[in-house]
């Protein structure tokens, strides 16, 4: 069976200070690896798609990467609005189940002042 | 302009009855899904359609019925409410059969049965 473990649980970082959050998986044959951001009260947000191991996408102040085994949601010099529950989610395509998405169960991330 | 839009918002019910959350994607997209969100966190798929044709149906109670009766719209009727359904349920859709462009997800219902 599928599975997305993330870690930490929770994180909370000054404005400015630089952290990474982990997603590792077990997939048969991965077909993609996505990030989604999750505000209070609201639907979750895409984010990334990384399709194989080395690649790298960026967007504004998040860089997420991905090997054979996890991937890494890197956050720059982050601000207050960056706040929010980060989940990760893999995309099977060898057991029939290429059609959803198996999610973990998010960084909740904090960013104060 | 919504894309994805889910009513109602909110739900506080009785144990034992029936209610339904409707759902609608003006994206033009070809598959739809529920997933349940429980507090936890924890996203969970229960069902998916693509062109109103059911592709996924995972280990779900059949108290829970999916309609869809054209590709913009699945409903979610849930039959005899428990307590552990609690829970919010997201609606969401993608292009193609699959999720590799990534979901739309609406804005969530959140059920409360009481």
Redesign the interface.
């Known amino acids: 069976e599928d599975q997305v473990t993330q870690s930490p649980e929770a994180l909370r970082l000054q404005e400015g200070e630089s952290s990474s959050l982990n997603c590792s998986y077990t997939v048969s044959g991965l077909r993609g690896l996505f990030w989604y951001r999750q505000d209070p009260g609201k639907g979750p947000e895409f984010l990334f798609t990384l399709y194989s191991a080395g690649e790298e996408k960026e967007k504004e102040r998040l860089k997420a990467t991905l090997t054979k085994k996890e991937s890494f949601l890197h956050i720059t010099a982050p601000k207050p609005e960056d706040s929010a529950t980060y989940l990760c989610a893999v995309q099977a395509g060898l057991t029939g189940g290429g059609n959803k998405l198996t999610f973990g169960t998010g960084t909740q991330l904090k960013v104060e002042l | 302009d919504t894309a994805?839009s889910q009513t109602p918002k909110y739900l506080v019910t009785q144990m034992g009855n029936d209610k339904s959350i409707k759902c609608e994607q003006n994206l033009g997209h070809d598959?739809m899904?529920w997933y349940k969100q429980d507090s936890?966190?924890?996203?969970?798929?229960m069902f998916?359609y693509?062109n109103k044709e059911l592709?996924?149906n995972?280990t779900v109670p059949n108290r829970f019925s999916p309609k869809s009766p054209d590709k913009a719209h699945l409903n979610l009727h849930i039959n005899s409410l428990e307590l552990g359904d609690s829970a919010v349920y997201?609606c969401?859709s993608s292009q193609g059969?699959?999720?590799?462009?990534?979901?739309?997800?609406?804005?969530?219902t959140r059920l409360t049965v009481v």
């Open positions: 994805v598959t899904y936890k966190k924890f996203l969970k798929i998916s693509n592709i996924i995972e997201f969401a059969r699959g999720p590799l462009y990534g979901y739309t997800f609406g804005s969530g």
